[in-house]
Structure formats: structure tokens, C-alpha cells
């Protein structure tokens, strides 16, 4: 049975908002403030929540996080208690060729468990437009509002964050044949 919008809202304020809450601190480490934070960031969500389909999964879970820590840090700049920062890019201009993409990496439990430690790898910008682009299947343009970025720099973060999981997968691959003695040097 589907849950009416009431009730998944309900369901995430009984359940997420103390989480939401510590995400809401580690940035501004003020408990008020974290306060003023999950308040913004629950209107966000009260906008988005037609679009989440089971409120009870990890990925939704995951989505309320976001929202309240990149609202808190939005607050800490508008008061001039933080400066924005450049998101530091990784360099990967020089790709391993041949080095399976990660389709074929998930084929297998092996290659599952690769895509996720690669995850956790990435950058929490790479990692945030993944999940929002990716498993939430968020446009660009919803993606942009929710990370208070332009759906521009979306697009942009996508792109090297998919080249930055290949060049890990691909180090992963390469790393387990030499280490079972497959690899032709």
C-alpha cells in the first residue's frame, strides 16, 4: 500500500529528523542553528515528497542527509560564517584503456562490492550527485536545487564523477589480476 504524502512526511520526521539533525551540526556546530537548518530543509523535502517513492529505504534516508547538510552549509554562508569552497576535481585525463567499465564489473557479487568501496572513495560532491542523479533518477535541474549548485555544475560533477568510479574500478581490476599472477606485463 502507498503511503500518502502525510504519512511519509510524518514517517521522515519521526524517523530521519534527529539524523538530519547531526548532518545539520557537523556543518554549523551550533544546535540552533542545526534546528534552523532541518526546519529549511524539511520544506525542501515537503516539495520532493511526491517523488520518493518508499520513504523506508536507505536511499531515502540518504536524500533527507543531503538535504539537511547542504541547507546548514547554505545558512552558514548566507551568514557569512562560512566560505564557499571550490570543489577540488581530481585529475583524469589519462583513462586506463581496456580496463572493463563498471557494467561489467557488477556483474558479479565481486563487482558489486568493488562499485561500492569505489563509491566511498569519491568525493561527498561526486558521491551526492551520484546518488541524487543516479538512484533517485533526479533531473539536473532537481539535482541543482537540492545541492544549491546550477544544473550546469550537476552535469559537470556527473561526468567526472563516472570518469573518477572508472579509473578506480579500472586500479581495482588491475590490482586483483596481479594478485592472482593473470596479469601480462
Not at 3 to 21: D, Q, S
Not at 63 to 77: E, P
Amino acid at each position: 500500500m502507498a503511503m500518502t504524502k502525510r504519512e511519509k512526511l510524518n514517517y521522515i520526521a519521526e524517523n530521519y529528523m534527529r539524523l538530519m539533525w547531526h548532518k545539520a551540526y557537523q556543518v554549523t556546530s551550533d544546535a540552533h542553528t542545526s534546528e534552523d537548518a532541518c526546519q529549511e530543509a524539511f520544506i525542501k523535502i515537503i516539495r520532493l515528497a511526491d517523488e520518493i517513492e518508499d520513504v523506508t529505504e536507505l536511499r531515502a534516508k540518504a536524500l533527507c542527509c543531503i538535504i539537511a547538510k547542504n541547507t546548514a552549509i547554505d545558512m552558514m554562508r548566507k551568514n557569512g560564517r562560512m566560505k564557499p569552497t571550490e570543489d577540488v576535481y581530481l585529475d583524469l585525463e589519462n583513462e586506463h584503456e581496456g580496463s572493463g567499465t563498471p557494467e561489467e564489473l557488477a556483474e558479479s557479487a565481486e563487482g558489486i562490492e568493488s562499485i561500492k568501496l569505489a563509491l566511498e572513495k569519491l568525493p561527498e560532491s561526486y558521491r551526492e550527485v551520484i546518488e541524487l542523479r543516479c538512484f533517485y533518477e533526479f533531473s539536473a535541474e532537481k539535482t541543482a536545487e537540492i545541492l544549491g549548485i546550477n544544473a550546469n555544475s550537476v552535469n559537470i560533477r556527473l561526468s567526472r564523477a563516472r570518469k573518477a568510479l572508472r579509473e578506480l574500478l579500472g586500479g581495482e581490476k588491475e590490482e586483483r589480476t596481479e594478485a592472482t599472477g593473470n596479469g601480462r606485463k
